[in-house]
């Protein structure tokens, strides 16, 4: 699956290890796992069927996108366009849950 970013921070999270974009430690490391296992998944099926991902589409004003949990206060937030050859995941923001 494509991945593409909607924050360049977000972007530069994923491979500058010195930066943590203003978020723990412990929620930069669970994001890098998480891009990696975005990175190899083939469509969103594959994201579905880990459970542990949690995720999910959202609702309200957030129809158009979905989250992953990060952990249990944290969310990554993405969006999936559908495109002619492949789907393209958009990393939209980190949220705090709670």
């Given amino acids: 699956?494509?991945?593409d970013f909607k924050d360049h921070d977000l972007d530069r999270l994923e491979t500058d290890r010195e930066f943590?974009?203003?978020f723990p430690r412990e929620v930069v490391t669970a994001y890098r796992k998480k891009m990696q296992q975005i990175r190899a998944a083939i469509d969103e099926r594959d994201l579905y069927a880990i459970r542990s991902h949690r995720f999910k589409k959202l609702k309200g004003k957030r129809s158009?996108?979905?989250?992953m949990r990060l952990n249990?206060?944290?969310r990554l937030i993405v969006e999936i366009e559908k495109?002619?050859?492949g789907n393209v995941?958009?990393?939209v923001e980190i949220c705090?849950?709670?």
């Fill in 89 to 91: 995941l958009w990393i």
């Fill in 1 to 3: 699956m494509k991945v």
């Fill in 64 to 67: 158009h996108q979905s989250s």
């Fill in 20 to 22: 943590t974009g203003g």
């Fill in 96 to 98: 705090d849950y709670h």
């Fill in 83 to 85: 495109q002619e050859f």
């Fill in 72 to 74: 249990d206060q944290w």
